[in-house]
Nanobody, 126 residues
């Protein structure tokens, strides 16, 4: 089992920044593929970003490219999502997820992920 706990959400003005963190426990973190997803009210959960176990490869949704950066610190069992230039449409509940394995476009699919956190709310005011 893997436990994931997100933090760092909050209220920010459009154009501002937030850094989300996700602390993992219960399994060797450096063997996990990590992702961030988000879900706004009335919308489906959507992929935001993912990072492979070593941190050497990252994937981004088009909406996140150039503004968001996913990273991980395997020594701290933590994955981060730095979000810059936030827009009102970025407002959602952000979820951290862990997969035992993913590759390429497979990392974009929520079904690949075995474990999920409870999420952290991001609100962006215009």
């Amino acid at each position: 089992q893997v436990q994931l706990v997100e933090s760092g959400g909050g209220l920010v003005q459009a154009g501002g920044s937030l850094r989300l963190s996700c602390a993992a426990s219960g399994r060797t973190f450096n063997s996990l593929f990590m992702g961030w997803f988000r879900q706004a009210p009335g919308k489906e959960r959507e992929f935001v970003a993912a990072i492979i176990d070593s941190g050497g490869t990252t994937y981004y949704a088009n909406s996140a490219k150039g503004r968001f950066t996913i990273s991980r610190d395997n020594a701290k069992n933590t994955v981060y999502l730095q979000m810059n230039s936030l827009k009102p449409e970025d407002a959602a509940r952000y979820y951290c997820a862990a997969a035992l394995y993913c590759s390429g476009y497979g990392c974009y699919e929520f079904r690949v992920y075995n474990y999920w956190g409870q999420g952290t709310q991001v609100t962006v005011s215009s």
